[in-house]
Structures are given as structure tokens and as C-alpha cells.
T-cell receptor, first 111, second 116 residues
Framework: KQEVTQIPAALSVPEGENLVLNCSFT??????LQWFRQDPGKGLTSLLL?????REQTSGRLNASLDKSSGRSTLYIAASQPGDSATYLC??????????FGKGTKLTVNP | NAGVMQNPRHLVRRRGQEARLRCSPM?????VYWYRQLPEEGLKFMVY????????ESGMPKERFSAEFPKEGPSILRIQQVVRGDSAAYFC??????????????FGDGTRLSIL
């Protein structure tokens, strides 16, 4: 059974700092890994999708890496801004189409 | 381009009533997924449907819960005889085809269900 863990559960940083969010999963047989952003009371916004054959994806100030063999992914946020404050969710997709989510990291960026 | 549309955004029911949650997928998407987010918990998969077919319902509670995606109209998640433990945010996602690792699932804003 696939399990996804995100560390830390919460993170508070000053504006401008670079930061790393961590995600680990127990079963390396995945099709892809996605990072999402969730704002309070809102739905999920897909940030980055890394296919199992890829090592990383970049979008603007965001960079996500994937090490499938060790069951780890990181989301790197450069030059953090107060608008980046949200909960960041990691999810993996195996052969059954369903996504398995971690519980998320709640990020607060202080002005 | 409208995204995944869920309604209502908020739904309040008394114990024992029925709750109906609706999801209209993105235009051109024929695959729908329902997930539930309990307070302080991560999102949990419930069911995966294509038009007129349930493909995977391994995450659905065995009783009181059902889902459909008819040929015409939105997908419906139905909860009969609701209990306090059903209070949660219910999210719908859609994709144009079996994602096969190539395409993300697109999520709606969710329905917040509160049971009095």
C-alpha cells in the first residue's frame, strides 16, 4: 500500500528566503508525482508534474526533483514571497489512476 | 475555459438527510475522480468514473455512498442518511483520458459538507 509523507508539517520563513519542502513515498512503482498548492477554503492548483522517467521539472521560482529509487521528491521555492503562503501537497500516481496524497506542508512567508 | 465546476460550494445537512454533490468536468474531459479531505487529514481517493461506468470505487465506504457519471450531465456523489463523520471537503478532479503519467488531474474548488 502506497504511503506518502511530507516533512515538515509546517514551516515559517521570512520573505526572500529559499526553501525546500520534502516528500517521501513507500512504493517506487509510480507513473508520476505531482506538487499542488491549496489555499484556505479553496481547491488544488497543480504546480508541477514529474513523470517517472524524469528527474526534475521547473516552473518560474519552483523546481521539483524526483528520485524514484529512494522514494523522495523535493520542492524548491526560490526567493519566497508572502503570496507563496499556502499548503503544499505532494501526490503520487501509480497504475490505478488514483492519486495518493501526503498531508501537506503549511507554509507561511512573513513580510 | 471553465475549470472543474463543483456545486454547491457549501452544503449543510442534518443527520439522517441525503447529500448530493455535483461535479462538471472540464470541457473535453471524460474521466472524473472524487476525493475526500477530512479535517487535519490528507485527501483520500474515493472513486474513479468514466461516462456511465465506475472504474475504481476502492475508496468508497461500502454503505450510504454512491457515485454516478451519466452520459449527459454532471457527475453526482450521493451520501444517504448522513452522519457527523461525513463532514468534510469533497473534491472532484477530471482528466481528458487515462493520464498514464502524462497529464495532471485538474481539481475543482470542492464542496464543504457540514452535518448538524
Amino acid at each position: 500500500k502506497q504511503e506518502v509523507t511530507q516533512i515538515p508539517a509546517a514551516l515559517s520563513v521570512p520573505e526572500g528566503e529559499n526553501l525546500v519542502l520534502n516528500c517521501s513515498f513507500t512504493d517506487s512503482a509510480i507513473y508520476n508525482l505531482q506538487w499542488f498548492r491549496q489555499d484556505p477554503g479553496k481547491g488544488l492548483t497543480s504546480l508541477l508534474l514529474i513523470q517517472s522517467s524524469q528527474r526534475e521539472q521547473t516552473s518560474g521560482r519552483l523546481n521539483a526533483s524526483l528520485d524514484k529509487s529512494s522514494g523522495r521528491s523535493t520542492l524548491y521555492i526560490a526567493a519566497s514571497q508572502p503570496g507563496d503562503s499556502a499548503t503544499y501537497l505532494c501526490a503520487v500516481q501509480g497504475g490505478s489512476e488514483k492519486l495518493v496524497f501526503g498531508k501537506g506542508t503549511k507554509l507561511t512567508v512573513n513580510p | 475555459n471553465a475549470g472543474v465546476m463543483q456545486n454547491p460550494r457549501h452544503l449543510v445537512r442534518r443527520r439522517g438527510q441525503e447529500a448530493r454533490l455535483r461535479c462538471s468536468p472540464m470541457k473535453g474531459h471524460s474521466h472524473v475522480y472524487w476525493y475526500r479531505q477530512l479535517p487535519e487529514e490528507g485527501l483520500k481517493f474515493m472513486v474513479y468514473l468514466q461516462k456511465e461506468n465506475i472504474i475504481d470505487e476502492s475508496g468508497m465506504p461500502k454503505e450510504r455512498f454512491s457515485a454516478e457519471f451519466p452520459k449527459e450531465g454532471p457527475s453526482i456523489l450521493r451520501i444517504q442518511q448522513v452522519v457527523r463523520g461525513d463532514s468534510a471537503a469533497y473534491f472532484c478532479a477530471s482528466s481528458p483520458d487515462r493520464t498514464g503519467g502524462n497529464q495532471p488531474q485538474h481539481f475543482g474548488d470542492g464542496t464543504r459538507l457540514s452535518i448538524l
